[in-house]
């Protein structure tokens, strides 16, 4: 069975697959603090919690876009799967001919997700992956990336009214009755949902524009489902999106 692992700002996405097939998988949160040890033990426990056990393990391939954290999973996986990790960077086969002005500058989830892409829907697409930022990637017909826009998370936008403002509360990131709001909870969610909804939207009809109509939409991330049931640009959503890249990516490498 392979593991595949991809290390986020906010999230730690984690999967096992039985060949194409995605069995259990988890999402958790990053800490940038954690030890190898640590690591080790919540990956044997997440297995162990999907009927698994460390030995039913065989390979495992790794995305990551937290330098610090890269070296601790390797380690963890070492000690813990005794594995090796493939990591996805330069020198790996991606199949995804990468057309920006600085290629390393590209984050790995960010060719991961164009690599899931070219081989599961084809081009042209936008990924619009919804994680510490949300990010939209233009990948063409012929599966290159050509590059994307970066915006901020909208979980750093929530974060940050809440900081900075000191009469707006915490809110959860839950879609509001209405858009004009009653109270100011309410207020802040269809701020913060209708108005990623909004940017979504813009960014979208921006990025058909260039790449033409016939352009797919695919969404993925922590946070997609909230964002895609309140629009119609997104043709399919797909929350575990690096999960997949990664199986094709080690089977291109093997």
Same mark, same amino acid.
């Given at each position: 069975?392979?593991?595949?692992?991809?290390?986020?700002?906010?999230?730690?996405?984690?999967?096992?697959?039985?060949?194409?097939?995605?069995?259990?998988?988890?999402?958790?949160?990053?800490?940038?603090?954690?030890?190898?040890?640590?690591?080790?033990?919540?990956?044997?426990?997440?297995?162990?919690?999907?009927?698994?056990?460390?030995?039913?393990?065989?390979?495992?391939?790794?995305?990551?876009?937290?330098?610090?954290?890269?070296? +601790?999973?390797?380690? /963890?996986? !070492?000690?813990?799967?005794?594995?090796?990790?493939? $990591? =996805? @960077?330069? &020198?790996?086969? #991606?199949?995804?001919?990468?057309?920006?002005?600085?290629?390393?500058?590209?984050?790995?989830?960010?060719? +991961?997700?164009?690599? /899931?892409? !070219?081989?599961?829907?084809?081009?042209?697409?936008? $990924? =619009? @992956?919804? &994680?510490?930022? #949300?990010?939209?990637?233009?990948?063409?017909?012929?599966?290159?990336?050509?590059?994307?826009?970066?915006?901020?998370?909208?979980?750093?936008?929530?974060?940050?009214?809440?900081?900075?403002?000191?009469?707006?509360?915490?809110?959860?990131?839950?879609?509001?009755?209405?858009?004009?709001?009653?109270?100011?909870?309410?207020?802040?969610?269809?701020?913060?949902?209708?108005?990623?909804?909004?940017?979504?939207?813009?960014?979208?009809?921006?990025?058909?524009?260039?790449?033409?109509?016939?352009?797919?939409?695919?969404?993925?991330?922590?946070?997609?489902?909230?964002?895609?049931?309140?629009?119609?640009?997104?043709?399919?959503?797909?929350?575990?999106?690096?999960?997949?890249?990664?199986?094709?990516?080690?089977?291109?490498?093997?």
């Amino acid at each position: 069975m392979l593991m595949t692992i991809d290390i986020g700002n906010t999230n730690i996405s984690l999967g096992v697959y039985q060949g194409e097939k995605l069995g259990p998988r988890w999402r958790v949160s990053t800490d940038h603090q954690r030890m190898p040890d640590e690591y080790g033990l919540q990956i044997d426990g997440l297995l162990k919690h999907g009927g698994l056990l460390p030995g039913d393990i065989t390979a495992v391939c790794l995305a990551s876009v937290v330098p610090q954290l890269t070296g +601790v999973f390797l380690q /963890a996986c !070492q000690d813990y799967l005794n594995l090796d990790p493939l $990591v =996805v @960077d330069a &020198g790996v086969k #991606t199949g995804v001919r990468i057309l920006y002005e600085t290629p390393k500058s590209v984050g790995a989830d960010r060719i +991961v997700d164009a690599a /899931a892409v !070219q081989h599961l829907f084809g081009g042209p697409a936008c $990924v =619009v @992956d919804f &994680g510490t930022g #949300t990010t939209f990637d233009a990948i063409s017909a012929e599966g290159d990336y050509l590059g994307g826009a970066i915006a901020p998370g909208i979980g750093i936008a929530a974060d940050a009214l809440f900081r900075r403002a000191a009469k707006l509360p915490k809110v959860d990131l839950n879609t509001p009755p209405s858009a004009i709001a009653k109270n100011t909870p309410h207020a802040m969610q269809s701020g913060l949902i209708f108005g990623y909804v909004g940017l979504v939207e813009g960014m979208v009809a921006r990025f058909k524009r260039e790449l033409g109509p016939e352009m797919k939409v695919i969404a993925t991330g922590g946070l997609t489902d909230i964002i895609a049931r309140e629009t119609d640009v997104i043709d399919i959503v797909a929350p575990w999106l690096t999960l997949d890249g990664l199986r094709i990516i080690w089977n291109m490498n093997q």
